[in-house]
């Protein structure tokens, strides 16, 4: 027909894309081409998305890029990615596991709560997913990993230095503990994630529950006994002190190079956890040698290590403690310290 063919209108749009922008967008000319959309920018606009904050919800696993494996535990492997569309870098946690019905619950809650943190010294988790018997955790990328990673490049961390990264630890505790109200239950140097401004943050807090709380069946998590408190080794309750314990191990084998409990046969390795688990246990709580560290560095050492956790101090407590403002006036810069030791993730 005559007046339907004349009213028809073809339109059609040839789109040659020639640049691809550092966020992962489209660039030809004044054209644009991003997840928003299809824009005109004068050419000379430099183009700066917003960075994604965690309060967003936006981030979407198909957005992102994956650049390399940082980190393997035991419950899952650690990436490096990149968001797509704003460039920016993230850590994407990875865990496998076969999770019952019944768990799913708990595990959404514990997730939840990971995701509700804001702290300048816990790391942020941006947002998880679970689908298929896979969780995945975008976190904060620390871009000098681990406090376990550096401890194998310097061997020890000198007072005034451990004294600045403590600080900063129980200011991450003093939050979980009083403020949310979360015990860590694992804190250890790998879950103490650093980066060049000389940040020291804590990470994986609930996720070892999650991990545990799966174990039964899935039978496969295997954590480390090493920075266990005496009373929940040995199955009674457990609380905040329970994670002071835990700083008070993990600073003195910063300190000396070496993990306190040495086994009972000099060079040899523990010949099994249960003889680990004993000597926590039974043994007399570590102690920094006097001839080798100050006092007051003896003393911080002595109350977090208690074997009661009624004589252990809280976080609030040890934030008063000699030990963290003795070097304060050297004004030690960590961001260098870390920086210097050359971290092998550093990416910026
Ligand atoms: P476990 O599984 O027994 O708790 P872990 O803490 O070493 O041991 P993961 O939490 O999987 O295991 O982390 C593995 C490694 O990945 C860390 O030691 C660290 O080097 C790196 N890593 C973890 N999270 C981040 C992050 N947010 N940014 C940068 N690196 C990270
Ligand atoms: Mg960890």
């Known amino acids: 027909m005559e007046g339907s063919s004349s009213a028809r209108v073809l339109v059609?749009?040839?789109?040659?894309?020639?640049?691809?922008?550092?966020?992962?967008?489209?660039?030809?000319?004044?054209?644009?081409?991003?997840?928003?959309?299809?824009?005109?920018?004068?050419?000379?606009e430099v183009e700066t998305p917003p960075p994604i904050k965690p309060s967003d919800n936006q981030l979407n696993l198909a957005d992102i890029d994956t650049i390399k494996v940082i980190g393997k535990?035991?419950?899952?492997?650690?990436?490096?990615?990149?968001?797509?569309?704003?460039?920016?870098?993230?850590?994407?946690?990875?865990?496998?596991?076969?999770?019952?019905?019944?768990?799913?619950k708990q595990i959404a809650q514990e997730l939840k709560i990971n995701k509700s943190a804001r702290c300048p010294y816990v790391v942020v988790c941006y947002q998880s997913f679970y689908d298929n018997g896979v969780i995945s955790i975008v976190l904060e990328y620390m871009d000098g990993g681990s406090l376990a990673d550096f401890l194998k490049k310097v061997k020890k961390i000198p007072e005034?230095?451990?004294a600045a990264i403590c600080?900063?630890?129980?200011?991450?505790?003093?939050?979980?503990?009083?403020?949310?109200?979360?015990?860590?239950?694992?804190?250890?140097?790998?879950?103490?994630?650093?980066?060049?401004r000389g940040e020291?943050?804590?990470?994986?807090?609930?996720?070892?529950?999650?991990?545990?709380?799966?174990?039964?069946?899935?039978?496969?998590?295997?954590?480390?006994?090493?920075?266990?408190?005496?009373?929940?080794?040995?199955g009674g309750e457990y609380g905040s002190k329970s994670d002071?314990?835990?700083?008070?191990?993990?600073?003195?084998?910063?300190?000396?190079?070496?993990?306190?409990?040495?086994?009972p046969e000099q060079g040899e390795g523990w010949n099994s956890v249960y003889e680990l688990m004993e000597a926590i246990v039974d043994q007399p709580p570590p102690c920094a040698p006097s001839d080798q560290f100050s006092r007051e560095f003896c003393s911080f050492i002595s109350a977090c290590a208690q074997k009661d956790p009624k004589d252990r101090q809280r976080a609030h407590e040890l934030m008063k403690?000699?030990?963290?403002?003795?070097?304060e006036?050297?004004?030690?810069?960590?961001?260098?310290?870390?920086?210097?030791?050359?971290?092998?993730?550093?990416t910026f």
């Open 12 to 44: 059609s749009t040839t789109l040659v894309i020639r640049t691809r922008t550092r966020n992962g967008a489209f660039k030809d000319g004044d054209l644009l081409v991003s997840k928003e959309g299809i824009r005109i920018v004068p050419q000379n």
């Open 73 to 104: 535990g035991n419950g899952g492997i650690v990436q490096l990615v990149q968001h797509k569309w704003t460039g920016q870098f993230f850590a994407l946690k990875v865990i496998q596991m076969n999770i019952e019905e019944s768990y799913r």
């Open 160 to 162: 005034p230095y451990l």
């Open 167 to 196: 600080k900063q630890v129980l200011k991450g505790l003093l939050y979980l503990h009083h403020e949310k109200h979360i015990i860590h239950r694992d804190l250890k140097p790998s879950n103490l994630l650093v980066n060049h």
């Open 200 to 234: 020291v943050k804590i990470t994986d807090f609930g996720v070892s529950a999650i991990l545990a709380s799966t174990s039964g069946q899935a039978n496969t998590y295997v954590g480390t006994y090493n920075y266990m408190s005496p009373e929940r080794i040995s």
């Open 244 to 263: 002071i314990w835990s700083l008070g191990i993990l600073l003195l084998e910063c300190a000396t190079g070496h993990f306190p409990f040495s086994p």
């Open 321 to 327: 403690h000699p030990f963290i403002s003795m070097y």
């Open 329 to 346: 006036d050297l004004n030690v810069d960590l961001a260098a310290y870390f920086t210097d030791a050359g971290s092998p993730l550093a």
